[in-house]
């Protein structure tokens, strides 16, 4: 039903800056918590930051805080997730995801176990030194 398409990912040195888009096919996209996650060689899936459906309340793992920022234009469905200050160890592959849910937060998303309701299908992200 909602389809997510990341763009964005590529090659960048460490330090620099890199801005991931999503954007999503619902019609009521405005109601959704949406999410960022990623997923580096030999490791899980890990969550990385969450944005409700206003943008008004962000949630943020504690790697990224204070150098990723995650927003959203809900008149054009879209969700960014701007990185700052890449690291080698941020080299992964990013997904969106979206959450229906009325009962939705990003607090909720970032749980462990938690399954979100779409998920896009990544964008790789490698961060070189």
């Known amino acids: 039903q909602v389809q997510l398409v990341e763009s964005g990912g590529g090659l960048v040195q460490t330090g620099g800056s890199l801005r991931l888009s999503c954007a999503a096919s619902?019609?009521?996209?405005?109601?959704?918590?949406m999410g960022w996650f990623r997923q580096a060689p030999g490791k899980e899936r890990e969550f990385v930051a969450a944005?409700?459906?206003?943008?008004?309340?962000?949630y943020y793992v504690d790697f990224v805080k204070g150098r990723f920022t995650i927003s959203r234009d809900n008149a054009k469905n879209t969700v960014y997730l701007q990185m700052n200050s890449l690291k080698p160890e941020d080299t992964a592959v990013y997904y969106c995801?979206?959450?229906?849910?009325?009962?939705?937060?990003?607090?909720?998303?970032?749980?462990?176990?938690?399954?979100?309701?779409?998920w896009g299908s990544g964008t790789l992200v490698t961060v070189a030194s």
């Open positions: 995801a979206a959450d229906v849910g009325s009962l939705s937060s990003p607090r909720k998303i970032a749980t462990p176990g938690y399954d979100v309701d779409y």
């Open positions: 619902g019609r009521t996209f405005s109601r959704y918590a």
């Open positions: 944005i409700s459906g206003s943008g008004g309340s962000t």
